[in-house]
């Protein structure tokens, strides 16, 4: 896959109106500074917004109209005429009443119960906001790479790489062979053993973590099929993907590291993937999962005095 963002989306429907805001969180931080004001323009005013031409919005937003279009096509709509459609969309779906969305900024001094209901909420959005950008084409052929694989590495460091680990007992409770790298050098090590039906995985919420993008580059170069689980689509680890699955950008704040946020969205995407996947096998995985269960199911039991 190339680093040309209008082809990550390539293939896949035009999102629905209730999945515009969702993309443009997503998307906004990678795109040009005038790419950003036409994306938050149609976002923070969609009724306005829809009644505007191509013109009207790039003086609006003090862009071109070739920036317009652009951006409409990034966001995955084929022309400007699309966004327009699901602007007025978004537009009455905010008109029915629903509740406008709350901060989830959380301050020193807030109440534990606040915490608590702010984080809550936020946990819930990200989640939304990752379901509505996830493009369904491309995990369906992630999920056909895995099910039919010989092997799966998957590459994570920090918190990307307790979701490495996360998918790795996932697969392999359904029969899946499988290996988590966390230690670059053992992930590139091992990435040079790929072959062409092999899956490498890489879980970056930056799209720039080198230690992830190394391996996966070795990986994509040995011919193995590469996926890579990013907030970022179009970061550097994309240049090395076939497959993207782009999860929800981080709500960063002085209490709340990105890595929080960015960890939920990656393990929807995680659970997304083992699910298809076992569905896809679920003649060898069913029975796999149920040895599993049996095997451990002792030590889940109270243990009888001596």
């Known amino acids: 896959m190339t680093n040309d963002v209008k082809e990550i989306f390539a293939g896949g429907a035009p999102p629905a109106p209730a999945a515009l805001a969702a993309k443009v969180r997503t998307l906004a931080p990678s795109m040009t500074r005038s790419m950003q004001r036409v994306a938050e323009a149609v976002a923070g005013d969609p009724a306005g917004c829809a009644a505007l031409t191509v013109t009207g919005l790039a003086g609006l937003t003090g862009t071109s109209e070739a920036t317009v279009v652009r951006t409409a096509r990034l966001l995955g709509y084929p022309g400007y005429r699309d966004l327009r459609l699901a602007l007025a969309g978004l537009a009455a779906q905010q008109q029915s ?19 608590v209901a702010k984080l809550a909420y936020d946990e819930q959005q990200t989640l939304a906001d990752t379901a509505a950008a996830l493009d369904t084409v491309q995990l369906g052929a992630a999920v056909t790479a895995i099910a039919t694989a010989r092997r799966v590495d998957i590459y994570g460091v920090g918190a990307s790489g307790l979701v490495a680990q996360d998918l790795l007992q996932k697969l392999m409770r359904i029969g899946i062979i499988a290996h988590a790298h966390s230690d670059p050098h053992l992930a590139v090590t091992g990435a040079v053993q790929l072959r ?101 199911a002792h030590r889940h039991s109270p243990r009888t005095g001596r």
């Open 196 to 296: 062409a039906k092999d899956v490498a995985i890489a879980i970056t919420h930056s799209g720039s973590t080198g230690d992830v993008i190394e391996p996966l580059r070795v990986a994509f170069e040995r011919g193995a099929t590469t996926v890579a689980i990013t907030g970022r689509p179009n970061g550097p680890v994309a240049q090395y993907a076939d497959h993207v699955l782009t999860t929800s950008t981080a709500r960063e704040s002085e209490l709340r590291p990105a890595a929080m946020s960015s960890r939920t969205s990656q393990l929807l995407v995680v659970d997304c993937l083992f699910v298809g996947v076992a569905q896809r096998t679920y003649e060898t995985a069913a029975p796999a999962l149920s040895a599993s269960y049996e095997a451990l």
């Open 97 to 115: 009443g629903r509740a406008p969305a709350v901060t989830a900024d959380i301050a020193v001094d807030d109440p534990i119960a606040d915490v």
